[in-house]
């Protein structure tokens, strides 16, 4: 399974942040498997911002839920991130991950640099 995220580098203040996790290798569809967000800003920890089912059911971190929206595109076996409202605060690398049957992101891309700034 690989995944491949891509968007831009720099977003500005206020704008929206846009990035898709392309998968090879297995089906967003397939069943008891979710597709996760998760982002590491510098010098902090991971923050797990959400996650979408094979079923399209999203469910997200509370602290990013108002500003948050995941989809997916299933004919190109990819999905999105969306993130509205951003702030400096929202400069992170990026993942995009699997999270299988157990509850354990097992297959992860390689992460995107995301810089917030004017």
């Known amino acids: 399974v690989q995944l491949q995220e891509s968007g831009p580098g720099l977003v500005k203040p206020s704008q929206t942040l846009s990035l898709t996790c392309a998968v090879s290798g297995d089906s967003i569809t397939t069943n008891n498997y979710c597709w996760s967000w998760i982002r590491q800003p510098p010098g902090k920890g991971l923050e797990w911002i959400g996650h979408?089912?094979?079923?399209?059911?999203?469910v997200y971190n509370p602290s990013l839920q108002s500003r948050a929206s995941i989809s997916r595109d299933t004919s190109n076996n990819q999905f999105s991130l969306h993130l509205s409202s951003v702030t400096p605060e929202d400069t992170a690398v990026y993942y995009c991950a699997r999270l299988s049957r157990t509850w354990t992101h097992d297959y992860w891309g390689q992460g995107t640099q995301v810089t917030v700034s004017s």
């Open positions: 979408i089912a094979s079923s399209g059911i999203n």
